[in-house]
């Protein structure tokens, strides 16, 4: 089944999941849905399961100056439409389910991240460095606290 538009979407994720999803229209060009990250692997699965999208584009991260205790993660989808799945963790505990189980093709991403945000995917192995020099001891590069780079 094709995903046609962002609503029907929504609304199939309400009714067969009961996941509180809401449109986030805070990324100027692409339609993207909040969900809480606990239910992440369920939305994912749904996905692959009841919609046969099986295209992640990417897994992108951000840490937003104006809300330096969260990082956004972002899914990004294509299945007859762009779409993202964006959920949040909180740069304390940052901590979210692995979809590599679901979908292969996620694992450089989950690595990436995981490298540069120093989120744990929860259900993985393990996450290897990647992109990193073996050497480095700084803790993840993209994230903007007093502990690490600005």
């Given at each position: 089944m094709k995903i046609n538009n962002l609503d029907a979407l929504r609304k199939s994720m309400a009714d067969s999941l009961k996941v509180d999803c809401e449109v986030y229209r805070g990324i100027d060009g692409d339609q993207t849905l909040r969900i809480p990250s606990a239910e992440l692997k369920r939305v994912v699965s749904f996905l692959v399961d009841q919609m046969d999208c099986r295209h992640l584009s990417t897994i992108t991260a951000q840490q937003r100056v104006e809300d330096p205790d969260?990082?956004?993660?972002i899914y990004h989808?294509?299945?007859?439409i762009s779409f993202s799945i964006?959920?949040?963790?909180?740069?304390?505990l940052p901590r979210l389910p692995e979809i590599v189980s679901i979908l292969p093709g996620a694992d450089f991403y989950e690595r990436e991240v995981a490298e540069m945000f120093g989120i744990e995917f929860v259900g993985r192995e393990?996450?290897?460095?990647?992109?990193?020099?073996?050497?480095?001891?700084?803790?993840?590069?993209?994230?903007?606290?007093e502990d690490h780079r600005e």
């Open positions: 969260q990082i956004e993660v989808f294509w299945h007859g964006m959920t949040m963790v909180s740069e304390e393990e996450t290897p460095p990647l992109l990193l020099p073996d050497d480095w001891d700084q803790g993840p590069p993209f994230i903007r606290n």
